[in-house]
Structures are given as C-alpha cells and as structure tokens.
T-cell receptor
Framework: GAVVSQHPSRVICKSGTSVKIECRSL??????MFWYRQFPKQSLMLMAT?????????EQGVEKDKFLINHASLTLSTLTVTSAHPEDSSFYIC??????????????FGPGTRLTVT | AQTVTQSQPEMSVQEAETVTLSCTYDTSESDYYLFWYKQPPSRQMILVIRQEAYKQQNATENRFSVNFQKAAKSFSLKISDSQLGDAAMYFC???????????FGEGTQLTVNP
C-alpha cells in the first residue's frame, strides 16, 4: 500500500517551453502533497506544500509563477515548470501524506522526474 | 525553524560489518518525529526507520537501529551485518508536528565494500 507514482520519469524540453509533471497517490487519499527539488549529490529541497483544494504554499525563494502547482483532487497533484530554462534542469520528487490515515505523520515518496532543459 | 546536520558526507563499511551514521538536529518543539531515509542509485526515497520523540525506547527495524539521545539532540543510525544492497545515500530528517514538512540533512553516502 501507500504507492505514489510520478509521470514522466524523464523529460527533455527546449528552453522557453513549459513542462508538466504529475504526481498520483494510487491507493490512498493524499490530503497533502509536497514537491521537492534535488540537485546531484545534494539533499532534497522543499519547493512547496499543497493541500487538496487549496493554493500551494511556496518556500522562500521559489518562484510561484514559474513553478505552478495544482492539487485539485485527493489523488493528483501537478507541477508545471513554465518557460523552462537550463538552470531548471533537476530531479523533481513529490511526496504525499494522508492526514486522516493510520500514519498521518508519514510521507510517501514518488520515484522522481528528471527534467533536462536544452 | 528546524535544522538537521549530518557531518559525514561519506562513509564506508565492509560487508557483514557494522556502521553508524551520525545526525544531530535542532528544534524548539517538544513533539516531533525523526526519520532515516535511504536513497539508492534509483533515487527512490525509502523510509528506513522512524522515531517518535516522546518514546524513550530506541527504534529498531531488523538490521537497522537508532541511538536517540533527546537531550543531546542526536539521532544516529546503526546498520548491522551490512549488505551490498545497503549502499546508498542516507538522509536524516525531522518533522515537528504530525504531517508537517520534513527537514532533511545533507546526506551521507554509504559505500559497502565486498
């Protein structure tokens, strides 16, 4: 149980285009989803937190107009990188938790998406 | 604000031996959780072990155990009988209240030598 999927696993896009990454909870209701960014050999950096049906809360320094997060249902959150540039190339990881589940403190992680902007 | 510090960027251990990864944290909260996550080359984050701060007993999960020193704000991970599959990046993390954000340490890259 508690599986989180991400799609796509890898994406290459041209500079100036937008790309959407999906994060789905497959067997539980994700009341809260988190989006992280990870550079090679570095730790995970929280970008934003989203509660279902509410606007996402962005961490300081993360451009909300560039990284659009939508959490419209209890099983799906999307991250759209708008007008992508090479510096946006990174590994993006989502995680989800069920506030009302048996383990409300536990976050379940997706497998990540590698974004390359050329 | 929470902070988590892992002072060992890299560690190595011989197969079948024991290794301990260090972690210190800082929080002003009395109620929090501590975690160790494993990130293998696939980059999938895997929960290794969890400790509730209110529990005095150290958590154990098979070959993995922690030494939780609340007063010292220390949370080390001991891996016994190390296996080749244990090779990965290990992240220590804290979470102040149920379901809130995780704060990660810098990570420790563990190499297991055959």
């Amino acid at each position: 149980g508690a599986v989180v999927s991400q799609h796509p696993s890898r994406v290459i896009c041209k500079s100036g285009t937008s790309v959407k990454i999906e994060c789905r909870s497959l067997d539980f209701q994700a009341t809260t989803m988190f989006w992280y960014r990870q550079f090679p050999k570095q730790s995970l950096m929280l970008m934003a937190t989203s509660n279902e049906g509410s606007k996402a809360t962005y961490e300081q320094g993360v451009e909300k107009d560039k990284f659009l997060i939508n959490h419209a249902s209890l099983t799906l959150s999307t991250l759209t990188v708008t007008s992508a540039h090479p510096e946006d190339s990174s590994f993006y990881i989502c995680s989800a938790r069920d506030r009302w589940g048996a383990k409300p403190y536990e976050q379940y992680f997706g497998p990540g998406t590698r974004l390359t902007v050329t | 604000a929470q902070t988590v510090t892992q002072s060992q960027p890299e560690m190595s251990v011989q197969e079948a031996e024991t290794v301990t990864l260090s972690c210190t944290y800082d929080t002003s909260e009395s109620d929090y959780y501590l975690f160790w996550y494993k990130q293998p080359p696939s980059r999938q984050m895997i929960l290794v072990i969890r400790q509730e701060a209110y529990k005095q007993q150290n958590a154990t999960e098979n070959r993995f155990s922690v030494n939780f020193q609340k007063a010292a704000k220390s949370f080390s991970l001991k891996i016994s009988d190390s296996q080749l599959g244990d090779a990965a990046m290990y992240f220590c993390a804290s979470q102040e209240t149920s379901g809130s954000r995780l704060t990660f340490g810098e990570g420790t890259q563990l190499t297991v030598n055959p």
